[in-house]
């Protein structure tokens, strides 16, 4: 193409030649120039305009057709099942191992207001505090002749309140569908069922959801639309934990004890078949949480058997002693000097009361709870091999017990295990863990030295995890352990015809600041039965127990929590379904005598 | 205008040579008269020895008639109609939750429906030039006042302010913004044409971006989406390199994502998009089901329910309460006049020569027939959860008036005029 310039420059010099001005000429051309752009403009914008004008056509169809698709589909989506359906209402049960309920929904109403449909709000407003005397009228009439549009009264309201609600005849009261979650057994196996709140909360609906133990751990299992049928099955014995709770409740108050807690859990599957922290609480009726700055252990909400983690004391003697036995060491019969002095860098190791046993075999070692010969069998195992079996054991991390307290229960064990963790480790000082480590930690003794993991649902047979010790080894600790009851700090335990085998272990409780209470324990007894062949393991902790005997404040185990748990394992085996039987090797005890 | 302005100084040079000369349409030229009457040489002699009254053109109102695009604005005047229809059905439960008698709304609507009928009727007689001079007084009125909203706006309790609250009523100034928006954009594009003209492209792109930021800020993604969309389109009529509008869409969907990572506002709704089926308890939930509902001649008039349980009803998913009464039939009819409005004024601007028309034109037409594509297609589920309303047939005082004039204006410049073709055949240029 050819353009023309502007101000050509020909043109100019001869309008300059006839006097014009050739200004005019710049702007002539510039209007050619002009009606050349605005026709090759035009020209692009036609075809731009169509494809815009085809676009919009296209997609006006699409609306159209999208409509129309709509539009016919009507039967696939039926409009009842719409409304409402956002909250899902029905939760699952949760039921014990023999199929007995432990928590289940119940129906109950929510009351709101609407002022702007009431007939009589002043009315309505005395109606209301006649039917609930715990709300304020003058704050209803408030409420009632003010701006709100929407008032909630109460959030669950029994069929009789309904009624006489329902009686005061006022429009704008209104009651809306409310499932709550009910524990029939009241304050029975608090600790595990937790509790449950209101979630979202509608007009029509709630969404009930788990806040604490296993209502929130399988939360979104029992919250499945798919699963309300399918009730969730707990390891629980109903019975045995309501007997549990009755005997441990009794102890703890003879005891003098500010709080108890019992685990009882079978050693092969690691089914906990009844767990009680004491103080409890009713989780229909949850109490708030402890504002901080206060012990959360003086709370009832505070679960002793996973989220107190103390050191236990002597119950940890055994290990030392399996693991000795278990590394060909020594063997029961071996002969430890367990004279003093014995210091570990500058620090002395003494006995209770500053005994002294002299030179003794290890299971006397055990029986008579020596500090001085665990410690020394503690040296010989070393501390990277006492390290790996507590390990194995499961005593450094949270229990993997189902209940989302359990998280909570993380082991305090030394930054630096030197050899003098090593030893007074050995006797159970220096690691605190929950009573639930130590069931788990009994129980790999009892069932021939594999671990197991403590769990609260239904199991269908031996759960064995990992060899953790040999069987010969478990086998020695086990009657080391029945020896502590026949004959050693845990005579109180014996229960006639069960063969009960255990460790008492008494542990000063630590100071918040750092020290030790001089008059304040923990009292702990750990303990399998049978001994000869033992199903469960029962670790029975006292906190702050004491009792005058003879004339004396005493506050060991072995006169607090060994007397519990004998009482308790004397109630609760049989339930167990366990007959009373006669240890096997002790015939001379009796004598067989013909009718 | 400005070639039209430029060309009035030529006139005067060439009007000897041509008597023909191409008229813009409303410009006064001098020899105006002698235009109008050049098949009869004998008037204009009276003219010029002053035996005949000069005459200032055509009589306006037989003019506009004859150049008006009826069909479209007998569209918008049903639509208003629908709009009236639809507001009975849809407003009473608005009207008796805000405590006012069942036909409040309805009142209002008519109210100002008139009052926008009238802004149409008059902005579509003027002159595009008047038309232009106006909206950018507007326009320069509505951008202050947009700006000026964080401080004196109320956002009625709905997490945006854009409102001025003038107690009777309430005024989006963004509403008024948006026509007056495109008819600058388009001035300036149709200035940076000429030769020497000013860098109006650069110049509509700041003021676009400006606008969009404010309502951004607001947050008000659906107005800012349209401003944006109009200058796009304006831009691409005005000639964009294609590989700038693909450079454009790619700098749109980061746009999205990243607002979609900072905006929890803008993030649920793609969410609840995204997202395959769809909640009955949401808004989205309600229209798709009150849609199934009407079927293809609806549940019948009164009868429909989802008006009870939708909020903006009357506004947002008006189309919803439109399908479940009236039936698919009524929903493809709105969206035919949509279409027929839109695509009727593109195809009448594409023999428009000149460019600020054409530009001013398009944008007035693809943000009018976008945003109801918009919002029907949120109501189908065909495009993400956007509050947008349905021109002239959603209830809404400001945005009926600003819409009536944006009609109007684009009435005025769908109007028919000379394209200058006998002076092309004249100066053998056809």
Known sequence: ?????????????????????????????????????????????????????????????VVGARMGILASSEAQEPMASATGAAIATQRADIIDREGRLLATNFETHSLYAQPPLMVDPVAAAEGLARVFPDLDKERLIRDFTGKRKFIWIKKRISPEQKQAVHDIGDPGLLFGPREMRLYPNGQLAAHILGGAGFGREGVEAAEVIGVAGVEKQFDGYLRDPANGDKPLQLSLDLTVQAAMEQV????????????????LMNVHTGEVVAAASLPSFDPNDRPRPPATGFDPSDSPLFNRYVQGVYELGSVFKIFAAAQAVDLGLVNSETVIDTSGPMRIGKFPIGEFNNKNYGKISVADVIVHSSNRGTGRLALQIGSERQQQFLGSLGMFDPTPFEIVEAAGGQPLKPKNWGELSTVTISYGHGLSTSPMHLAGGYAAIANGGQYVSPTILKQKGPQYGPRVMSENAAQQARMMLRKVVTSGT?????????????????????????????????ATFSSIFPANDPKYVLVVTLDEPWIVAYGEKRRTAGWTAVPVAAELIGRVAPLL??????????????????? | MPPADKEAGTIGAFAVLCPQIRREPGTKTPN?????????????????????????GEPILPKWWRTLDKWSMSCVLILFGIGLLLGLAASPP??????????????RQAFFGGLAIVAMLLTSMMSPTLVRRLAVLGFLGAFVSLALLPVFGTDFGKGAVRWYSLGFASVQPSEFLKPGFMVVAAWLFAAAQEINGPPGRLWSFSLCMAIVLMLVMQPDFGQACLVLFGWGVMYFVAGAPMLLLVVMAGVVVLGGMVAYSNSEHFARRIDGFLNPDVDPTTQLGYATNAIREGGLFGVGVGEGQVKWSLPDAHTDFIIAVAAEEYGLVLVLIIIALYASIVVRSLLRLMRERDMFIRLAGTGLACTFGVQAMINMGVAVRLL???????????????????????????????????????GDLLRGRG
């Open chain 1, 1 to 61: 193409m050819i353009r023309t310039p502007l101000r050509p420059l020909a043109r100019i010099l001869d309008a300059r030649a006839k006097g014009e001005n050739p200004d005019l000429i710049e702007r002539e051309n510039i209007r050619r120039r002009h009606d050349e752009m605005q026709d090759r403009a035009r020209a692009r914008a036609e075809g731009r305009l169509l494809v815009l004008g085809v676009f919009f056509f296209c997609a006006f169809s």
């Open chain 1, 248 to 263: 441990l409740y009794g102890g703890m108050k003879i005891m003098n004890a500010k709080g108890a807690s019992a685990v």
């Open chain 1, 490 to 522: 845990a005579s109180f335990g014996e229960v006639p015809g069960y063969a009960v085998g255990g460790k008492t272990g008494t542990a000063d409780k630590p100071k918040p600041r750092g020290g030790y209470y001089e008059d304040k324990v923990i």
């Open chain 1, 577 to 595: 379904g366990l007959r009373p039987q006669l240890e096997p090797g002790q015939g001379a005890g009796y004598t067989l005598t013909s009718n």
């Open chain 2, 32 to 56: 105006r008269g002698a235009n109008e009457a050049a098949n009869g040489s004998g008037v204009m002699t009276d003219m010029v020895y002053g035996a005949v009254p000069e005459r200032g």
């Open chain 2, 94 to 107: 608005l009207a008796a939750r805000n405590g006012f008698d069942p036909f409040h709304y309805v009142q």
């Open chain 2, 384 to 422: 993400p959860a956007k509050g947008m309303t349905l021109p002239f047939v959603s209830y809404g005082g400001s945005s009926l008036i600003a819409g009536g004039i944006a009609v109007g204006m684009l009435l005025c410049f769908t109007r028919s005029r000379p394209q200058g073709e006998l």
